[in-house]
């Protein structure tokens, strides 16, 4: 069982979908194409260990897809398949990147490497920078795809890393090939030393790199038009020995991932000398986590699940007696490999890491018993009495959920069984969750909340306790007007002597419109800020980093979503089962369903699976469903009403759901 981590959120029946959050290191080496394959490595610096590889060629003809090796590598078969290819990766935390081969390289059996640099390569290439929208349109972009325009790309950002210092500052030849040459991730050496140090933020229209030691000097790159890009003449190059740091912060992390195996490796069966051993080596004395605060408490919240009194930022109120599912022994078989630095906090710029207020936010990937098991995300801070790094937690002294979010909603009519209408409407955004006792219900505290997608990109989103509801929302759309519009002013069913308003209760999510989205980086931070509510000021804060989240349609929906049997079915008679089929190459690890049903018999009941949330399903499926309440229905009555909300996580940490509504009306 793994330790609680950094962004980790639970299943509840509250429309939130279980996400996994999410490299010491393996070496590897590239091996080239053959014949009848691709081979390559893909890597963020890390290794992307067990991600999954797609190829789609020139006819638009997809290839069976492979997993990578622990080590990054990978083998794909090209046969039947003409080049050029694209290459498509995506991690086990959801990121994507691109990679391609033009049929020269193809014949010379070149390696063809996938990273956040290839990525951008190949987005300037085929002209845009979201890779399922370019799988999915390949074929006509493939002409594209020569030689030549790969070469140049390839050229073109090799010279603005050059500009940037990056190569020369950490004494990495200039010569290196940046696609297809030599790549052994994890190792700190030659492109994978380059990788440790830069981050690549992609969006569908442009890419922005910068030093993870020094990320507010960043240049850019406009994946469709080279005289949109930074000039690189007037750009000041980060100074090697802060290039450096980041290497130097990576060496002293993997000494840190050893220690931790080291330590979780001795657990027994005896919790509290775990925890001596957690609290002791692990834990930074300024840990702060989901409102868990201090060393002792810090270490019980790493070592037990379910805990009833982790819910205080004051040190020493979780005791042994509180620890009644110790999961200490299940993590003696682990270990934490793959190390990968995220994002670096130098809280005065200096590049000198190791001070106050500084920290860093990792992945790692989870082995259980040698097999992975999963991609984690924690932070870092140094210690300055014990010279080492030690998990410090998110900050918050509140507990709050935000994930990327992809929906469908199916809106069925009917008057009856065999006759009827069903239209889709597909978005995307951010969802939001906050617990049971995760922050205060009395009104003393707000949040703000801002990032990509969110208003005008600047300005914060309120998030207030709707005391109704019983569950905090968005202020400005947590009621719906007259024509089902989602407002911040109550409007009411009948005139407002009644006192009930038409509340929204879907305000806990954002709706993302297409164009921001194309904005949005493959990774996205969002900052949520904590308010008194009595003089606004500031009560702490708290940064999530999610996945940028798909945006489903009619024609991709079959790639990501499971297809079930026609809507109208679930509205003629209560679904003992529900039917489906899950997209090629995808499995469904979790599933919350909720059913609300308003039948002829004057009665209503809900329904769910009846297995639980935990599943794995791939390819068809039937899952029984379970009954509860008291309303008799059978078979031949008909749904006046139903909702239905299905919340679907898949094995690469994305997150979706299926909405439909049965309404019926005779005069159909």
Known sequence: MKFKLLNCLSTTAFMLALASCGGSSSGGSSAGGSSSGLSGVAATGAPMAKASVFIVDSNGKNGVSVKTEDDGSYTISISDLAAPFLIKVIGTDGKTLMSSASEEDVQAKKKVNVTPLTHVITSNVVG??????????????????????????????????????????????????????????????????????????????????????????????????????????????????????????????????????????????????????????????????????????????????????????????????????????????????????????????????????????????????????????????????????????????????????????????????????????????????????????????????????????????????????????????????????????????????????????????????????????????YTISFKKSADDSADGSLVVSLTKPVLLTAENESYFIVELEEPSAYCAAPPTAIHGTVPKDIELVNADMNYYIHHDTNGSRNFYLTNGSDISLKGEFSQATTFSGTATMGAGDIVYNMNAFMWLEDTYDRNYSIEFSCNYDPSL
């Open 128 to 525: 845009n920078g979201d890779a399922n929208k370019m799988f999915e349109a390949f074929k006509n972009k493939a002409s594209l795809l020569t030689k030549v325009n790969l070469d140049s790309q390839k050229n073109k950002l090799k010279e603005k890393l050059k500009a940037a210092g990056i190569f020369s500052g950490l004494s990495v030849s200039e010569d290196i090939d940046i696609l297809n040459g030599e790549l052994n991730a994890g190792t700190g050496a030659g492109m994978d030393k380059v990788l440790d140090a830069i981050k690549v933020d992609v969006a569908e229209e442009g890419a922005v790199i910068a030093p993870k030691s020094d990320p507010s000097n960043s240049f850019s790159d406009n994946l469709t038009d080279d005289s949109a890009d930074t000039d690189m003449t007037t750009y000041t190059p980060t100074t090697p020995t802060k290039l450096e740091s980041a290497n130097t912060l990576m060496t002293e992390l993997k000494t840190t991932m050893t220690s931790i195996n080291t330590t979780i490796a001795n657990f027994g069966t005896d919790k509290d000398s775990a925890h001596a051993a957690v609290r002791d080596n692990l834990i930074h004395d300024d840990f702060l986590h989901n409102g868990v605060g201090g060393l002792s408490d810090g270490a019980w919240y790493m070592l037990c699940d379910g805990l009833t009194d982790a819910d205080s930022t004051s040190d020493n109120d979780i005791s042994s007696s509180d620890c009644t599912n110790y999961e200490g022994g299940d993590m003696a078989t682990a270990s934490f490999k793959n190390l990968n630095i995220e994002k670096i906090y130098d809280a005065d710029g200096d590049g000198v890491l190791k001070e106050a207020g500084d920290y860093v936010d990792v992945t790692y990937d989870w082995y259980d018993d040698g097999e992975f098991d999963g991609k984690e995300t924690d932070r870092f801070a140094w210690d300055a009495s014990d010279s080492k790094w030690k998990w410090i937690g998110n900050g918050s002294k509140y507990k709050v959920y935000f994930e990327s979010l992809s929906k469908k909603e199916t809106s069925v009519t009917f008057s009856s069984p065999t006759n009827s209408v069903a239209t889709n409407k597909y978005t995307a955004g951010l969802n939001m969750y906050v617990p049971s006792g995760g922050a205060p219900v009395d009104g003393s505290v707000y949040m703000e909340v801002s990032g990509p997608g969110i208003g005008d990109g600047s300005t914060p989103k309120k998030v207030v306790y709707n005391s109704s509801m019983s569950t905090f929302v968005f202020e400005d759309i947590q009621y719906l007007d007259a024509d089902g519009v989602p407002t911040a002013t109550p409007n009411y069913w009948d005139s407002p002597t009644n006192s009930v308003p038409r509340y929204n209760y879907r305000s806990n999510f954002i709706n993302f419109d297409e164009s921001r989205i194309k904005e949005m980086n493959l990774i996205n931070d």
